[in-house]
């Protein structure tokens, strides 16, 4: 039995003190698995270095009438300079047991041969974490702390973690943390939500993930940062992904995702997709989950929508093509026809338009400041470039130089008009985007405040706009 | 199997493993500083040795001004060797914990066992050299035995002493602030000439005499010059000042050491 009461860890910063856990109480009986859940610097982490008794908290207490491990997977274990025997001489020593016995298991386990007697250094990471796994796995506890093991390793060694650990060890407490939901659903029979420093418990994993969002949730309500604008669209693409998946919001909506996809809920699952594209609507791989899932339920247009997006931003054309072509045929099509415009790392005005660029264009500049999927699809199947798309979107009679924008109220990207920012104007310096992102004349007349700012400069587009709108 | 849960911490027990612990990474703070090549940890004496010997060849060469007729070989080496004692011993702990965060992780391993199994080795270092030599000189006659063992013994031990109980202070204080690193350099080289290494107290004037016997260390140097040279050495010293000052001075080690291993925080 592990007793957790009142636990709370401050630490001093030079801002003052930042609290991360702030009352934490829970108890963990034999056998019992409990999964966290959390944000980035939630304080799992810590909460975990504070059970393993690293470290002390500032008040509160950790009472443990089992023996607990160190958190697993954790490759600091080991001196890096000492060789991979030296190394597990030493835990041995530390925690009083047999040398030869471990050496033979971590040799089996680890399938380091020859390397076992190099230093640790020369190592790359997935050697390295496969002897910090196996060291793990040479002390018996009776409790496991787990933060981020499914990171490491290939699938193989992967599945025989999970065989040491979650069947051979079945019988032993664990506490995991981790970035991959589906690990702590799969594994844990409680559940728990850190969020502000409190923990809050959950019998049932969809509760507890439910809880979570919805916690997220709360948070992504901050005001959008025009600080975070791109330089311009392909760095808009390029760094999308990256910061995408470290976003807790993204990250649990494509989970989410995932998971319905995998019950074969496919509404919900193009549902969850494409919520997290709205987010960050220039992340290429999602696109092509939504599309799957529309393709599944026979929305050929909102499928082949997506995959023309995904190749547009850049998702390998060989992976997607077979895929499109399905879905251009079902509609009676050829894709001889239509051919895909693939991504170049060009300026935004020749790139291949994708469903984002052409969304915002109709939020900013159409009359209603929506386009439906028909009239989309055929923009993306006519137009090579983003201008030739605008150039048609600007002669349409929708078209409204005195459209006007609702006030922005969620942290939505789409939602943005700042990405126009972005797409149109990359002559400008970072402060002058900041500037015309935040200001009200964007949203009171996107049209005019993007042309006063010098937008569109090089786009065709701009030349042939109809004398009456101009 | 390992770490069975023990429903009373018995002293026995948390001794052994305290034990154990030390061991452990005694011989891994050996392998991780020599490694397994050429000499391997014979280095961890055959290093203070080297420096020990070109002390000594200077300033036998140099004709050292000591203040006595003493031998200057026995001078030398009494001198340089508590000054390699008490010297490493800080020099090894400062920053010992930041390279060792790691290892936080072992419950079992605790701050203190860091410092202990680093002090163990530069005095076993520093014992080993200075006896070796000790014993080399003597059968190469260039200097006799011991008058009185047990002294140099003790005496020796206090600056042990000293010097283990301001390794621990200045390396817990080192984990708090980047300065102590920066300063302890300048100060032991400062302080290595007041030492009492270079030069006898009787033959500085009475002026200074009274300067440097505040500086405990120079207790610890004249008892092992008293020890092994007896009545010739003129040896002056002050054992109630010098043990008093070591006991205050591993209390106020101690409270440092706890305060530090309590905030801690593992990488």
Same mark, same amino acid.
């Given at each position: 039995m592990i007793e957790v009461r009142d636990l709370r860890k401050v630490y001093p910063t030079r801002f003052g003190e930042n609290v991360v856990l702030d009352g934490i109480s829970f108890d963990l009986g034999k056998g019992e698995k409990l999964g966290i859940l959390g944000r980035n610097g939630a304080g799992k &982490? @810590?909460?975990? =270095?504070?059970? *393993?008794? !690293?470290? $002390?908290? @500032? /008040? %509160? &207490?950790?009472? /443990? &009438?089992?023996?607990?491990?160190?958190?697993?997977?954790? %490759?600091?274990?080991?001196?890096? #300079?000492?060789? %991979?025997?030296? #190394?597990? $001489?030493?835990? /041995? =020593?530390? +925690?009083?047991?047999?040398?030869? *016995? #471990?050496?033979?298991?971590?040799?089996?386990? !680890?399938?380091? %041969?020859? +390397?076992?007697g190099e230093e640790v250094r020369t190592y790359s990471s997935g050697m390295r974490a496969r002897l910090a796994f196996a060291i793990s796995m040479i002390i018996e506890f009776d409790c496991f702390l787990i933060d981020e093991i499914g990171a490491v390793g290939d699938a193989r060694f992967h599945d025989r973690c999970n065989r040491e650990l979650f069947r051979k060890r079945g019988d032993r407490a664990m506490i995991i943390i981790s970035h991959d939901a589906s690990y702590i659903r799969d594994h844990c029979t409680r559940f728990a939500v850190l969020h502000g420093g409190k923990l809050e418990q959950f019998g049932d994993f969809d509760r507890a993930y439910g809880d979570f969002r919805a916690k997220i949730g709360l948070d992504a309500q901050d005001r959008f940062d025009p600080r975070e604008l791109a330089d311009n669209r392909q760095q808009l693409i390029e760094t999308t992904h990256t910061i995408a998946m470290l976003d807790d919001a993204f990250r649990t909506a494509v989970q989410a995702g995932d998971w319905k996809r995998d019950d074969g809920q496919w509404d919900a699952a193009e549902k969850e997709y494409l919520g997290a594209l709205a987010l960050y609507p220039y992340q290429r791989s999602y696109w092509v989950q939504a599309a799957h899932a529309a393709k599944e339920m026979g929305e050929d247009v909102r499928a082949e929508i997506a995959y023309r997006t995904a190749i547009a931003l850049g998702e390998a054309y060989g992976d997607v093509r077979e895929h499109l072509e399905f879905v251009v045929q079902r509609q009676g099509d050829k894709l001889a026809q239509f051919p895909a415009h693939l991504y170049s790392s060009c300026a935004a005005q020749n790139a291949a338009p994708a469903a984002p660029d052409i969304e915002m264009f109709a939020r900013a500049f159409w009359r209603g400041s929506t386009i439906d999927d028909t009239a989309m699809l055929a923009l993306l199947r006519e137009h090579a470039t983003c201008d030739g798309a605008l150039a048609v979107m600007l002669n349409d009679s929708r078209f409204d130089p005195r459209n006007t924008q609702p006030p922005q109220r969620r942290r939505s990207p789409a939602s943005r008009i700042a990405n126009l920012v972005t797409i149109a104007c990359p002559h400008l310096s970072p402060s002058e985007k900041e500037t015309l992102a935040a200001s009200p004349a964007l949203l009171a007349a996107p049209w005019r405040a993007i042309i006063a700012a010098g937008g569109f400069a090089d786009w065709d587009a701009l030349g042939q706009i109809p004398a009456e709108a101009a | 199997m390992a770490s069975q849960p023990l429903p009373l911490p018995r002293f026995a027990h948390s001794l052994r493993i305290q034990l154990r612990v030390i061991g452990a990474l005694l011989r891994r703070e050996m392998l991780t500083r020599y490694g397994r090549h050429n000499i391997g940890f014979m280095w961890l004496f055959v290093e203070p040795m080297l420096f020990t010997i070109g002390v000594t060849a200077l300033w036998t060469a140099t004709k050292s001004f000591h203040g006595s007729d003493l031998p200057i070989v026995a001078f030398a080496l009494t001198g340089y060797s508590s000054v390699l004692l008490w010297r490493n011993m800080p020099g090894r702990c400062i920053g010992a914990l930041q390279a060792n965060l790691p290892l936080m992780y072992h419950r079992n391993i605790k701050v203190g066992d860091i410092y202990a199994a680093r002090l163990l080795l530069e005095f076993g270092g520093a014992t080993i050299s200075f006896v070796s030599l000790a014993v080399l000189f003597i059968a190469a006659e260039w200097m006799s035995p011991p008058d009185d063992f047990l002294k140099v013994a003790a005496g020796w031990l206090l600056i042990a002493w000293f010097g283990a109980a301001l390794a621990m202070g200045l390396g817990a204080l080192s984990y708090l602030n980047d300065l102590v690193d920066k300063l302890w350099h300048p100060f032991s080289y400062l302080l290595f000439p007041l030492s009492g290494a270079a030069f006898l107290v009787a033959a500085l004037p009475k002026f200074a005499q009274e300067i440097v016997l505040w500086i405990p260390i120079v207790h610890g140097v004249e008892m092992v010059r008293e020890g092994f040279f007896g009545s010739k050495a003129q040896a002056v010293y002050d054992l109630t000042y010098l043990i008093p000052f070591n006991l205050i001075l591993s209390v106020v080690s101690l409270i440092i050491l706890r305060y530090v291993s309590r905030r801690v925080v593992p990488e």
């Open positions: &982490s @810590t909460m975990i =270095r504070l059970i *393993s008794g !690293a470290e $002390r908290p @500032t /008040s %509160g &207490s950790v009472r /443990s &009438s089992m023996s607990v491990s160190w958190p697993l997977a954790f %490759g600091g274990a080991f001196q890096p #300079n000492l060789t %991979g025997l030296d #190394n597990i $001489r030493f835990i /041995s =020593r530390i +925690y009083d047991q047999d040398i030869e *016995s #471990n050496l033979q298991f971590v040799d089996d386990f !680890a399938e380091l %041969g020859p +390397y076992l | -």
